[in-house]
């Protein structure tokens, strides 16, 4: 049995390449890892944090990415597993939702909440 026809449709054209630009896959790393239990901010720790520049850097070279993401933790909350549960949320938003090839992710634990944050 066949569907039935509803008109004369144009075929869909086939998918083209997809361009993603560089803020949307810095918005996507900063909320990925704000998405992780523990993140207090995507950000740079102390006073003058914000001097320093974005938090999210995020670089395509060769068809892979590299990204190198500053973080703020909650206090009480261990570093290092925090950080890996930071590269596993961010790897898997650059490969399976921006379809881009993951060279590496950096975490960089600036700050602990709570102290002058």
Same mark, same amino acid.
């Given at each position: 049995m066949t569907a039935p026809q509803t008109g004369n449709r144009a075929p869909r054209p086939a998918p083209?390449? @997809?361009? &993603? *630009?560089?803020?949307?896959?810095? #918005?996507?790393? +900063? =909320?990925?890892? @704000? #998405?992780?239990?523990? &993140? @207090?901010?995507?950000?740079?720790? %102390? +006073? $003058?944090?914000? $001097?320093? /520049? *974005?938090?999210v850097r995020a670089r395509v070279h /060769? %068809?892979?990415? *590299? &990204? !190198?993401v500053w973080i703020v933790a909650r206090p009480g909350h261990a570093l290092r597993p925090l950080a890996?549960? =930071? !590269?596993?949320?961010?790897?898997?938003?650059? #490969? !399976? @939702?921006l379809g881009l090839e993951l060279g590496e992710v950096t975490v960089v634990v600036d700050g602990v909440g709570g102290f002058g944050q």
């Open positions: 083209g390449p @997809l361009t &993603v *630009s560089h803020p949307v896959i810095v #918005e996507m790393v +900063r =909320v990925a890892a @704000l #998405e992780v239990p523990g &993140v @207090l901010k995507v950000g740079r720790g %102390g +006073r $003058l944090g914000w $001097l320093a /520049g *974005s938090p /060769g %068809g892979k990415a *590299s &990204v !190198r890996a549960q =930071v !590269r596993q949320a961010v790897a898997a938003t650059v #490969e !399976r @939702l």
